[in-house]
């Protein structure tokens, strides 16, 4: 049986189903806790599921910053300092990341509050996630409103990469599934992945290979 | 062993190996299929990796469009109709999805190029993918121009959904597992995934549950 559910039904969901419905519908999202700290030197870190890809040249990577969430931490110290980092969530590490969406105050670190150790890289001012495999330094690039609902898309250029040498690939992509990186649906359902292929580059009437 | 890739030397690399690596970076990406019609009645199908929740309430999703893309084709049918969906890729047809990314010509069907079915539901103007389990219908909402790379965030009101009514969990959720949508990394691998968990509301201090 299929399910026809309308603008006009959406619209009288109760909120707390509505939002869980809704966040399943653009499919898996990506893991990563985000890494801050204040002008004052108080650290933070946060999971957020909505960091995507921006641009390849210049190297961007974009996230959803809500009004009302707590993850204003982690906007307020952007804004402040102009760096942060993204840290793929893996296998290992999914609990506690998923715990650092908990409401804790400013002056509560998540870092020791989740059991996640923080990292300085190459004197970048704002602290990695120790346990997780990929990380990148990011430096603000734009905040642009998205007048619609109120949010923001803050873009962030990358400064550096570091990930283990044993993960890429030839043609320079990362192995995100030997990095145990985990996928979500939603607000809090958590995946790890199987690779099904890696495909050729589609060319119009020409049959696809499997690559691996 | 551990690797650093600096800014610099991130400018420096072949094109194609940097975007295979910069497009590694942001972690799992939703695998889509948006689905168009011109005024004139060309239909068009193209796979998208950009696809992101932008809001619930109101239920808003996005894309990220490419100046050069072959993507435009998608482009200037929701522009000129204002109408597209978006259908979710799974296990069983991800190959002719990636198919839809080859450079067909715009008088080209990717639906008979590629062994997708074209199908409409409650008259609305724009097809949906049949061998989808999950369907969105939207009307284009916004057009935001991010002048750091010259691409666009195209964002959608949600119009209806159609999804099996047994994919449904009680909190509203969608099982993107049940429905075999798969995830991708990169620019051309696809994984399907294995659940982990559905953890409880994150609250400070509180030791959260596995509800699944």
Redo the contacts between chains.
């Keep these: 049986?299929?399910?026809?559910?309308?603008?006009d039904e959406?619209l009288k969901?109760?909120?707390?189903?509505?939002?869980?419905?809704?966040?399943?519908?653009?499919?898996?999202?990506?893991?990563?806790l985000i890494g801050t700290k204040s002008n004052n030197g108080l650290e933070n870190l946060a999971i957020f599921?909505?960091?995507?890809?921006?641009?390849?040249?210049?190297?961007?990577?974009g996230f959803?910053q809500?009004p009302d969430s707590v993850e204003r931490h982690t906007f307020e110290n952007i804004i402040e300092t102009k760096y942060f980092t993204?840290n793929?969530?893996n296998?290992s590490n999914?609990?506690q990341a998923?715990?650092?969406?908990?409401?804790?105050?400013k002056n509560?670190n998540e870092f020791e509050?989740c059991n996640i150790n923080a990292e300085y890289?190459?004197d970048f001012y704002a602290p990695f996630a120790k346990q997780c495999e990929?990380k990148?330094a990011l430096e603000l690039?734009?905040v642009?409103d998205?007048?619609?609902?109120n949010?923001k898309?803050v873009?962030g250029?990358?400064?550096?990469?570091?990930?283990?040498?044993?993960i890429?690939?030839e043609?320079?992509?990362?192995?995100?599934?030997k990095a145990s990186?985990?996928?979500i649906?939603?607000?809090?359902?958590?995946?790890?992945?199987?690779?099904?292929?890696?495909?050729?580059?589609?060319?119009?009437?020409?049959k696809?290979n499997k690559?691996?």
């Design positions: 049986m299929s399910m026809l559910v309308n603008y959406i969901l109760e909120n707390r189903f509505r939002a869980n419905l809704i966040n399943s519908l653009s499919g898996f999202k990506s893991a990563n599921n909505s960091v995507h890809h921006i641009g390849a040249n210049p190297a961007l990577i959803i809500r993204i793929h969530i296998v999914f609990e998923h715990q650092t969406a908990a409401r804790y105050k509560e509050h890289v190459n990929i990148i690039a734009d642009i998205i007048k619609l609902n949010t898309l873009i250029k990358i400064k550096f990469i570091n990930y283990p040498n044993n890429q690939h043609d320079g992509s990362l192995d995100l599934n990186t985990v996928a649906s939603g607000l809090d359902t958590y995946y790890s992945t199987n690779k099904l292929a890696k495909l050729s580059y589609a060319k119009p009437h020409i696809l690559i691996e």
